[in-house]
T-cell receptor
């Protein structure tokens, strides 16, 4: 099956710093999503981004499907950004069989 | 809209017991799925459904059963609980190729 690798596995930031989270995948995909799991365990969809670039406030994401990677940018980080960030991919474009990476644990210190 | 609702939030079972984890969504989503989350493993797909009456296996289906009799509901049944099924279970739904919405999870402990 498709392999999803996220890096770095852990990240510690000082509040206000910027960061880039990376997701590499082993095959062509038609569906890629980024999720944030907050410290209470809730999973929130950040981006549905099979290709191109999207922005939502301080967060933005870019997927280069031809080179099989996606990047999530966090600017001016806040303590509420802490948690685990997951990338998930699927071959056909539907959400029937998403494969998740192991996640990136982000801690933002005040 | 309540979104995706999972019950119960917490459950403790003894080995060999059976139970059903409930999942309901009120967004008329056709796709529904169940994942389990274990430390260091990310989320792994157990079963999924692309519409009422249609279900299929994911990556880790053994020991679990599902049915989809209505668009709204997608229960997950543990047939005979084992300690290896101790995990956090998430239900998710979406409308076609679009952002996936998760419930708040069920934390299950099997002793």
């Amino acid at each position: 099956g498709i392999q999803v690798e996220q890096s770095p596995p852990d990240l510690i930031l000082q509040e206000g710093a910027n960061s880039t989270l990376r997701c590499n995948f082993s095959d062509s995909v038609n569906n890629l999503q980024w999720f944030h799991q907050n410290p209470w365990g809730q999973l929130i969809n950040l981006f549905y981004i099979p290709s191109g670039t999207k922005q939502n406030g301080r967060l933005s994401a870019t997927t280069v499907a031809t080179e099989r990677y996606s990047l999530l940018y966090i600017s001016s980080s806040q303590t509420t950004d802490s948690g685990v960030y997951f990338c998930a991919v699927e071959l056909t474009g539907a959400n029937s069989k998403l494969t998740f990476g192991k996640g990136i644990t982000l801690s933002v210190r005040p | 809209n309540a979104g995706v609702t999972q019950t119960p939030k917490f459950q403790v079972l003894k080995t060999g017991q059976s139970m059903t984890l409930q999942c309901a969504q009120d967004m008329n989503h056709e796709y529904m799925s169940w994942y389990r989350q274990d430390p260091g493993m990310g989320l792994r797909l157990i079963h999924y459904s692309v519409g009422a009456g249609i279900t299929d296996q994911g990556e880790v289906p053994n020991g679990y059963n599902v049915s989809r009799s209505t668009t709204e509901d997608f229960p997950l049944r543990l047939l005979s609980a084992a300690p290896s099924q101790t995990s956090v279970y998430f239900c998710a739904s979406s409308y076609g190729p679009s952002p996936l919405h998760f419930g708040n999870g069920t934390r299950l402990t099997v002793t």
